[in-house]
């Protein structure tokens, strides 16, 4: 994508979120989509457009800017265009604060739907189950808080999920809920599935057609617990559902550093080989049992009909130039 014109201001702010999405300093896809709001926000404050045009010129290049961060969890392109839907206004002040309730809203929308899920979540689980997490997903935690706070005693194995480890994350959260956590490396997930009730992971998107797209590791976990019969529940707001799938659109796979997996040293002992570090894989529907969002839960051959509902055929890119 190209960069913004020369003469448009991009906020400090807005740069700043972008790299840390960027970094995954703030990673997660419910979190960046709160993040990238919160930017527009901010990038609305600091403009001193001169005029309407302008202003929306700045908000444009600053959607582009945080579009471009990170290519598959589509709550960051849902998430822009929930605050460009209600952006109106004859002067810039009238923009600025439509840009600001717009915000207010998205991010009310995003806890409120958190929470709800979670109690839909919260009904699979009974006293004494134990599940098993991949990666770190607020959608998935949010289920598990609910189960403990309705009084339901918990047990997790939590995958570190390699290279980054957002299991640690995972576990620190759990434990913090009163749930019995035990750490185990990715490749013993199938050694311990017979012990656990639900596999319980979240997603980045989610296609037409009902596939998860989520960190990488979650097809072949999914693979495995289909093997051995156990359930597996995808959480997943509705700004996790990916509107352009409905037209044939795909979903990129966004392929990240090398470094993230072995670091330059340690290559170059073992012969410098070729190193993919894939972010995500999609898992088909056929190996998920449900999909849980805060409008109820669904099957993921029929989420199709909520995306609709949600979303309609078409959808706008408001980051592009008019
Ligand atoms: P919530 C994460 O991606 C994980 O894949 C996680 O399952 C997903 O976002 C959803 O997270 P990354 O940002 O929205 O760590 O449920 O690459 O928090």
Redesign the pocket.
Known sequence: MSDPAPDVEVAEAVHRTAEDIGS?EI??????AAAAAEALGAQADASDADSPAAFRAELRAAARILYDTRPT?V?LPNALRYVFRDVDGRTVEDLRESVHTSVAEFCDRLDTAQSDLGRMGANRLRDGDTVMTH??????LACVETAVEQGKSLSAYVKETRPRN?GHITAEALSEMGVDVTLIVDSAARRYLNDVDHVL????SIAADGSVI??IGTSGLAVNARDRGTPIVC??QTI?LHPETLTGHTVDIEMRAEEEVVDEETAADIGDPTVLNP??DVTPPRYVDAIVTERGQYPPESIVTLMRELFGESTSDPWAEP
Do not use: E, L, P, Y
């Not at 990673?27 to 960046?32: D, E, K, Q, W």
């Open positions: 995954m990673r997660g896809a419910a979190t960046i969890a709550s990666c770190h997903s607020t959608d998935v957002q992971v979240g997603a980045d989520n960190k959480a997943a996790k972010a995500f």
